[in-house]
């Protein structure tokens, strides 16, 4: 009845029981906090069954904020055992659940946090920047979050039943096969990511049709900002890289439940082709995650040194190559798998050409800096700290790329300080940037400034301690994903070191958090009342208020410029039209979050193979997608009286402020 | 600075006093840990080329990472909002010549290193032999979870968790698994190279110094991963003969039979040695997974 699930997968040790209780807590308390102010109603009609990106992109950052405290958490675990556990000591993690903590770790962090930030990030801006008052398919959007928060809840629940896999966050075969995998690890694995990663499909698809065919009258291609330039160029590479996810994931699976051999060691297998297609797709990730960090510089830089962009053309030539460079130089992560040195040399060279496109990008920032007035707010020093990291960062990627070097670095502790220097301090240090960059665009208040800056001293420090050391410890021998090492290895020293480094930033972590409750709490404040455009801003999102209206723009802009605000205040452009017209918004629909629901039911059962539930599961995504499909697009009708009441009452109100 | 009074002053003194301490940290770490640290002080040749190879690339790319450090920070300083002395021109946003410099002056370096790997992969190839006057020492390797076996097929010896060869020999090591994938790795003596069931991944090593080498696991193959590691004895001729000639008078055997007891799955095992009485044991390792599976 209950398949594999028993008693027995509810039983963990003392350091897990207090993670589940304490999410279990959060969770009730979370309910009961709804509860006690009546507010679900206003959850339901408001955020739960919304198709509006700005909501949905506030409802992903809110799941981005969970999963990076349990990402951050797993992290803090590692550091601690790594310090611990030298010589005779054990540390306080069996070799077994440290092995689950680093995989879930990994896994968290690139699915739920990177992407999860990102396609935040996007919801919210991509839009506003172009112009448009939704995107291409709301529905397929609201699907898209659904199922991703799905797979975040199926991470969550994998805390508190059974063990989540112990093969590492890419769980080669033939480790992650039956054979040696016969627990339900994999399987949580496989589901989390089969769940995230259609979601991640979709909205890839929606995003790009959004872009292509949703910008305003006079926004040529050539005429789009840069990060929406770098979205199009993630979307294209989700669209080409998450379906090899699926279907990788997928031949995995059959090889777990129906007894197949496409990558087991015997009978015919391969463990090698799925390397190979892992890193098809795996590679193509790292830019969907890096490109949109990328995006966000470039329109950070020129509005705090109140400059255009150094060369536009050249950063949308450089994103274009980085797209198609980064599918040509998967075999890059596995040149120690033998192959000969005329493959490996390609894909040497394939990767050091990226290294072009990069480098080209962080020279144009320079220059934008150059004769411009630049105001160092927070999210110019993350910017600043950005170029430090990301430079060394690519500096050791190129090391890595040469096969030789490579030989004597790969899956070292080298390796991990490289990524995590692109990692953090490329991508989540842009991501705080954005983030404290539109903050006021969507909420219609500033983050607490002060706060922020201490914030952004203790991740830099912390960084930097939690991470140069890794390479020196490369260096000294020490690979990855060690639960326990020697005493003659003379590591210790170093990992304590590390350790520090991670406490450093666990609490600059905090300072942001509490940051972010200070500056909620004393909104009043903190209120922005410059009408939307408190950072002298450029692009189309600042010229409407904050937040913005449900229809983002009464009247559709036309620009004839890069930067078409920046124009209208140099009056290069003439200032918007003022008449109104009917706004159509589409209404709301639960049938997005109800997929959601039934997909994650349908991955648990698929984990522990309760296949009743597993049916039930497929027949209710099958259900609510022929209602979706077989009903009209109902939508909202604003009529143009109704939207020059509402402007009109914004103008008087922030009149009376 | 006659204005220190000034908060981009401080931010970039004191990132530059970040910078500076993570800089000096590793010339100290460097001297501090020198004989631990394996990589950058190698004990083989192979190492040793790879390390210099290292050194070449960091140099070159050394030389756009420094303009860009003091870019960062002159422009931060210089063109920062509240400079009096700011030279402010909105319009300057695109200009052929700079841009030209920046495409072309990475595309240089890049066409220079790609040279130099061309060349280096090719030469530091893994799989091709080491010249030198003396024949190398053939040792096949075993991936096992989770201990590393070691069979000597000219000398019909075996060891488990422990290796010796004599220095300034060439050592060619057949590779293979019986356990999930692995990799085989002595930073002292050069790159490491995967072990896979069914496949035979080759590396050819040399040392050129006596010692005790720390060899690893580089790759998660499960539970015993942390302590899958063994020692590599590289000793003198003399030495390395006695070694063998002790193994070969012991009554230890290492055929399939008690190959496939030593398979099975254990942790932290003593290092051991055996005589091989079974001289196609490498390749009935190798068979193990050709078949189709029977059940």
């Known amino acids: 009845m209950l398949g594999r699930l028993t008693l027995e997968d509810f039983k963990h040790d003392f350091v897990q029981n207090g993670a589940v209780a304490s999410m279990v807590l959060g969770g009730v308390g979370l309910i009961a906090l709804i509860f006690y102010l009546k507010r679900w109603k206003w959850l339901w009609n408001e955020w739960l069954t919304t198709t509006d990106p700005k909501r949905i992109g506030i409802m992903y950052i809110v799941v981005v904020l969970i999963m990076f405290m349990k990402g951050f958490g797993d992290a803090m675990m590692l550091r601690a055992q790594q310090a611990m556990a030298v010589g005779d000591s054990q540390g306080f993690l069996t070799a077994g659940h440290f092995q689950e903590v680093f995989s879930a770790h990994g896994t968290t962090m690139i699915f739920f946090v990177g992407m999860g930030f990102i396609f935040g990030l996007v919801n919210l801006i991509v839009p506003l920047q172009i112009g448009a008052r939704d995107v291409a398919f709301p529905f397929l959007n609201a699907l898209a979050f659904w199922l991703f928060t799905a797979a975040s809840m199926l991470v969550l629940i994998s805390l508190a039943i059974g063990k989540f896999s112990t093969a590492g966050w890419l769980a080669y075969p033939p480790l992650s096969e039956l054979e040696y995998s016969p627990g339900e690890g994999v399987d949580y694995w496989i589901w989390i990511l089969q769940i995230a990663g259609v979601g991640t499909t979709i909205s890839g698809i929606n995003f790009l049709v959004t872009i292509l065919k949703m910008r305003c009258p006079g926004m040529t291609l050539m005429k789009t900002p840069i990060f929406v330039w770098s979205i199009l160029c993630a979307m294209i590479l989700v669209i080409f890289a998450f379906p090899v996810l699926t279907a990788t994931l997928f031949m995995l699976s059959l090889d777990r439940y129906l007894d197949m051999h496409f990558f087991t060691s015997g009978g015919g297998g391969n463990p090698m082709l799925y390397v190979n297609l892992i890193w098809i797709w795996g590679h193509p990730e790292v830019y969907v995650l890096i490109l949109p960090g990328f995006g966000i510089l470039s329109e950070i830089v020129p509005t705090f040194s109140e400059k255009r962009l150094f060369g536009y053309v050249s950063m949308v030539w450089a994103l274009l190559l980085i797209t198609f460079y980064s599918f040509v130089v998967w075999l890059h992560h596995f040149f120690t798998m033998g192959a000969s040195p005329g493959v490996n040399t390609f894909f040497a060279i394939m990767t050091m050409v990226i290294a072009i496109p990069t480098g080209v990008k962080i020279f144009n920032w320079l220059f934008t800096k150059f004769r411009g007035r630049v105001h160092f707010t927070s999210p110019m020093l993350w910017f600043f700290a950005f170029l430090l990291n990301f430079t060394v960062g690519g500096m050791t990627g190129v090391l890595l790329s040469v096969p030789p070097v490579d030989f004597q670095v790969h899956n070292s502790l080298f390796l991990i300080a490289h990524f995590h220097g692109m990692a953090i301090g490329g991508l989540l240090f842009s991501l705080f940037a954005g983030f404290t960059y539109w903050f006021p665009k969507f909420t219609g208040f500033f983050l607490d400034e002060k706060l922020n800056r201490y914030a952004f001293w203790c991740w830099l420090g912390g960084f930097l301690l939690a991470f140069m050391p890794l390479y020196m410890l490369g260096f000294m021998g020490a690979t990855r994903r060690l639960d326990r090492y020697g005493v003659e290895t003379n590591w210790h020293p170093l990992f304590v070191l590390v350790a520090i480094g991670a406490v450093i930033i666990l609490i600059g972590a905090s300072i942001q958090l509490f940051g972010l409750f200070w500056s909620i709490k004393n909104r009043k404040k903190n209120w922005d009342h410059t009408g939307g455009d408190p950072w002298n801003g450029r692009t189309l999102e600042w010229s409407i208020p904050s937040p913005p209206p449900i229809y983002n723009f009464a009247i559709i802009p036309t620009v004839s410029d890069v930067d078409p605000l920046w124009a209208i205040k140099r009056g290069e452009a003439p200032p918007a039209r003022k008449d109104y017209e009917d706004i159509y918004i589409p209404k709301n629909t639960p049938i997005g979050m109800y997929i959601g629901l039934f997909s994650l039911i349908f991955g648990f059962a698929m984990t522990w193979h309760i296949y009743w539930l597993a049916i039930i599961g497929l027949i209710g995504i099958l259900v609510n997608t022929i209602i979706q499909l077989s009903g009209n697009d109902e939508h909202d009708l604003i009529t143009a009286a109704q939207v020059q009441e509402m402007e009109e009452a914004r103008i008087r109100g922030n009149a009376a402020l | ?295």
């Open chain 2, 1 to 295: 600075m006659k204005k220190p009074n000034n908060p981009v002053y401080y931010m970039l003194l004191f990132s530059g006093i970040l910078l500076f301490i993570f800089l000096i940290m590793q010339p100290l770490e460097i001297l501090h840990f020198r004989d631990y640290i394996s990589v950058l002080f190698p004990k083989g040749d192979i190492a040793l080329e790879q390390r210099n190879l290292l050194f070449i690339v960091q140099i070159i790319m050394l030389l756009v990472i420094i303009p860009v450090f003091i870019c960062t920070f002159i422009f931060s300083w210089k063109y920062r909002a509240d400079n009096p002395k700011g030279v402010y021109d909105p319009d300057l946003v695109d200009n052929i010549f700079l841009e030209f410099v920046w495409w072309g002056v990475p595309f240089v370096i890049v066409v220079l290193i790609s040279i130099l790997t061309w060349y280096k992969t090719y030469e530091l190839d893994p799989y091709k032999p080491i010249q030198s006057e003396k024949k190398a020492i053939t040792i096949q390797v075993v991936a096992l979870q989770w201990k590393w076996l070691f069979i000597y097929p000219e000398e019909n010896i075996a060891s488990l968790n422990f290796l010796q060869f004599p220095k300034d020999t060439p050592l060619h090591f057949e590779i293979t698994a019986d356990a999930p994938m692995n990799s085989f790795w002595i930073p002292a003596l050069g790159g490491q190279i995967y072990a896979m069931s069914k496949m035979k991944t080759e590396l050819y090593l040399i040392a050129n110094q006596e010692g005790d080498f720390r060899g690893s696991s580089a790759n998660i193959s499960g539970e015993g991963f942390a302590a899958m590691h063994f020692i590599a004895r590289a000793s003198s001729e003399e030495n390395y003969q006695q070694w063998v000639e002790s193994i070969k008078q012991s009554q230890k055997g290492l055929n399939w039979e008690s190959y496939s007891k030593i398979a099975l799955p254990s942790q932290e095992d003593a290092p051991e040695t055996y005589n091989l009485t079974d001289p196609k044991l490498f390749d009935k390792i190798l068979n193990k997974y050709m078949h189709p599976k029977k059940e």
